[in-house]
DNA sequence: ACGATGACTTACCAAAAGGTGAGTACCTTA
DNA sequence: TAAGGTACTCACCTTTTGGTAAGTCATCGT
């Protein structure tokens, strides 16, 4: 078994799998990260701004989303108490800590070489 | 619309999202990362060893996940042509390079403060 | 009383992912 | 002749995920 050093403390393949896997669960989703890239950069956004920037997306689906980014502490809900309604979301500071990992994520999948044969 | 400057070229919160879901897409499935985190550091694995490492994959799954990565680059496939069979898999350059950005986001997940529910 | 607005819920259905158990092909050793 | 190792393949079933359409609630303007 080769031990793994990455973050901080020392790693197996299935205690480093499982952590990886951990912050997958969170972010896997149709619709997570698209809302996420929506929100980077301190935007706030209310629940039908959302709705019109992801056009195919359902009410459902939105929320659903939505709330599972914010039990995971991702994602804040701020509702304001007005008639009609007004509830904004924006990220936490874990979650907008994801942009450089996403951005490295990014890096890789974009100097994918060419497939031989 | 916020442009996002990320790794080389300009994304829109749309294109950032379509390329790490690009990612994410090559990465998740059950045993995808458990497999990969077995194959860094350039060891070449034995399908049976492989078997082994993970007690509770059916072969299918595990020949399943292994044909997916080495469809998308991130694996090889190395056969030795010998009776009983001999195959031995490792990781891709590219499939190597994986290791810094899974790490970030280990990193991330560790770090998640408490939820102040 | 009626319709609009905004943020949701609910019931129901279809598609995709994952899993189980058995079978195949090949050659070697007993 | 039979058993065994290795790397698969196949048919079938269950669970999870995603999607559609409709309904709810609270207030304000008319």
Redesign the pocket.
């Known amino acids: 078994m080769v031990s793994h050093r990455l973050s901080s403390p020392d790693h197996t393949a299935a205690t480093a799998a499982e952590g990886v896997e951990q912050a997958f669960r969170m972010l896997?989703?149709?619709?997570k990260l698209l809302i996420l890239f929506h929100l980077f950069g301190g935007q706030l956004r209310?629940?039908?701004d959302l709705?019109r920037a992801l056009p195919?997306?359902?009410?459902?689906?939105l929320?659903q989303q939505?709330?599972q980014m914010e039990g995971d502490g991702i994602v804040r809900?701020i509702v304001h108490h007005q008639?009609?309604?007004?509830?904004e979301y924006g990220l936490t500071d874990w979650g907008q800590a994801l942009c450089p990992a996403l951005d490295s994520l990014l890096a890789w999948a974009e100097q994918r070489p060419p497939l031989a044969d």
């Open positions: 896997e989703g149709r619709w209310r629940f039908s709705e195919d997306i359902s009410q459902k689906m929320i939505l709330r809900r008639v009609p309604p007004k509830v």
